[in-house]
């Protein structure tokens, strides 16, 4: 197919360069003029007739200096510091070459005045300059008349590197309403001074004052480099004025040269936790998974998938990923082969329940290290279903750790709920007969069993945040249980970056309890994401608590007092003692609860709470 004839851009070009053939007669005429004030009369002919005589050839050079430093092909709607750059050093060699060349021409050996290169340099830049950059000026100024009854006032937090290359999309953006009215920055150095004209007005002190008298709708946080405890107590003053908050993601976009108003992310809950992300020693996790089979059961759901990603970033040998939901499956599945295309992956179907399904996936697979994640856990739902709970999580671990043990996988990583501590819910309890069954199979089989334990993580299905943001988008009422209701909270990424590293850890009947940091109240959580949200608690969005459901507890404890406790090389890992069990009485009992789960037992609470005593419940 032939290539379509540009015929806007050959227009385009063809318009620049008569202009610059226009600003060569005219830069050459005008810089003599100046020399003698422009009184034309007085002008010697010998200087003139070498100018006319070489205009030619100054235009032709001009245009062909132009050229290699594409001042033909560049978007000048988009120009920047290297745009600037060539136009004035083109232009510099344009008139040096101009030079050169009436001095090869002079009349009567008396060269043009020295200081007529100077003038005639200066002139054309502004000239070129003028061509160059009147369109972005112009459409800069048609974009902010056409955006005039609807634009968005900007106050951009952060002076720097990231704060300036917002500014600078947001003002040449011809599809964004924002404008920058204000630049609030810490550094006292900066105040008075003026980035791209807008002014930095002062320090956080400043940011109340600056929201009403420039009636700022948004706010944009552009310090990408500073910890979590600057971005919370900023973040914390910003909520206050009822702005819509944004911030860039990282300090990584700044160098990788990402930093664009596309890179600009609504601010998330997180950002309130008020501490910096939890850090891991990754190469004692890459020593750990890398080369080894790696299995994880529930590998579709939220710590499942990411424990897949963090494991296949790690160059396992094949890693297996088995689950009972198809869609979840798929999704990570493609995921991973997109992300990984070398990677040894299989991805299954099956439940854990399935004891012959199960045997024979470990029979035919032989994995080094499993990772127990599947499991049902929400909390409300086991209550109205508890012998599913019992049938899935309880007997589901069972099976698993049972071929686990008979097919030699040297490590099985259960992953275990700050819920299994004095639960007060049949999915807590049944996580905590799974600590128990791991502890027991630890003391009998080569295979080393541990479990890692935490609290709520962020983001995760079925978990608080997604709800609050759904009943936001909806128009509320966002739903407490109760107003001094607490959680512990980690990202997903932490929680499994930390599972990993305590499975490196693990000599074999360990439980692992992660530090969760400082509880949080649910109810601030929400007040907090409804600000952020640009709306007024109770005023836009509403709070209502409706009481605490079937199971809940106002607060979770993450270590059981006979348990203990034993520190790690990574301060965020702890180890609880185990408990000594009758494991003759445990395992009679466990037959027992299995047989009344199988057969649909009205109430199954009481057996569960002969095998955990410290689990209560209502009637």
Request: proline residues 4%; glycine residues 6%.
């Amino acid at each position: 197919m032939k290539k379509l004839f540009n015929y806007k851009l050959f227009y385009r070009r063809f318009c620049l360069i008569i202009y610059d053939v226009a600003s060569v007669l005219v830069a050459s005429f005008l810089a003599i003029a100046m020399r003698y004030e422009f009184n034309l009369n007085i002008i010697p002919s010998h200087f003139i007739q070498p100018i006319i005589r070489f205009l030619p050839f100054s235009i032709i050079l001009t245009i062909g200096v132009f050229y290699l430093f594409k001042m033909y092909n560049s978007l000048w709607a988009f120009a920047g510091e290297t745009e600037l750059q060539n136009l004035v050093v083109s232009c510099i060699i344009s008139s040096a070459l101009n030079a050169g060349g009436l001095y090869i021409v002079r009349v009567e050996e008396i060269p043009v005045p020295k200081s007529y290169p100077f003038m005639y340099g200066f002139i054309l830049i502004a000239l070129i300059f003028t061509s160059r950059f009147s369109y972005r000026f112009l459409r800069s100024k048609k974009h902010k008349y056409q955006n005039k009854n609807n634009k968005t006032n900007v106050m951009i937090i952060g002076a720097g590197d990231a704060g300036n290359s917002i500014i600078k999309e947001l003002v040449t953006s011809n599809f964004s309403t924002m404008t920058v009215a204000c630049i609030i920055d810490d550094d006292q150095n900066k105040w008075g001074n003026y980035i791209q004209g807008i002014k930095v007005e002062g320090g956080r002190d400043k940011i109340m004052e600056c929201v009403d008298t420039h009636s700022i709708d948004e706010i944009i946080v552009a310090i990408p480099s500073a910890s979590r405890q600057t971005i919370r107590e900023l973040l914390e003053i910003c909520k206050e004025t009822e702005c819509k908050l944004r911030s860039l993601p990282g300090i990584y976009q700044l160098v990788n040269g990402e930093v664009s108003v596309s890179k600009l992310k609504d601010v998330d809950v997180e950002d309130l936790l008020g501490r910096d992300p939890i850090q891991v020693d990754v190469d004692s996790i890459l020593g750990y998974v890398s080369g080894k089979c790696v299995l994880v059961t529930g590998g579709g759901g939220s710590i499942g998938s990411e424990l897949c990603r963090q494991i296949a970033s790690h160059k396992p040998s094949q890693l297996i990923i088995v689950d009972i939901y198809e869609n979840s499956s798929y999704e990570i599945q493609q995921e991973l082969l997109r992300k990984y295309p070398d990677l040894n992956l299989v991805v299954l179907i099956a439940s854990v329940r399935n004891t012959n399904r199960i045997n024979n996936i470990f029979e035919t697979f032989r994995p080094d290290i499993v990772y127990h994640a599947a499991a049902h856990k929400h909390v409300p739902l086991m209550e109205t279903s508890p012998n599913e709970a019992v049938k899935n999580n309880i007997f589901g671990t069972w099976k698993t750790a049972q071929a686990a043990a008979y097919y030699g996988v040297r490590k099985f990583v259960m992953i275990s709920t700050d819920k299994a501590v004095n639960p007060t819910n049949i999915m807590g309890a049944s996580k905590r007969i799974c600590e128990m069954i791991v502890q027991t199979f630890n003391r009998h089989y080569d295979t080393e069993f541990v479990a890692v334990r935490f609290g709520n993580v962020l983001g995760s299905n079925g978990s608080v945040i997604p709800l609050f943001r759904k009943q936001i988008a909806a128009g509320g009422p966002v739903t407490v249980t109760h107003p001094d209701i607490i959680r512990y909270f980690m990202t997903i990424p932490e929680a499994v970056s930390l599972v990993l590293q305590a499975g490196a850890y693990a000599k074999g009947g360990e439980i692992f309890v992660l530090d969760m940091g400082e509880p949080v109240k649910i109810l601030d959580l929400a007040r907090n994401l409804i600000r952020l949200s640009g709306y007024k608690v109770d005023e836009d969005i509403k709070i209502e608590f409706t009481g605490l459901r079937p199971g809940e507890k106002l607060y979770e404890e993450l270590l059981m007092d006979e348990e203990g406790l034993q520190d790690t090389a990574n301060k965020m890992i702890h180890i609880g003692k185990p408990i000594e069990i009758d494991e003759m009485k445990f395992f009679a009992q466990l037959k027992n609860l299995k047989e009344e789960a199988k057969n649909e037992c009205a109430d199954i609470r009481p057996l569960i709470k002969e095998i955990v005593p410290t689990y209560t419940y209502k009637s």
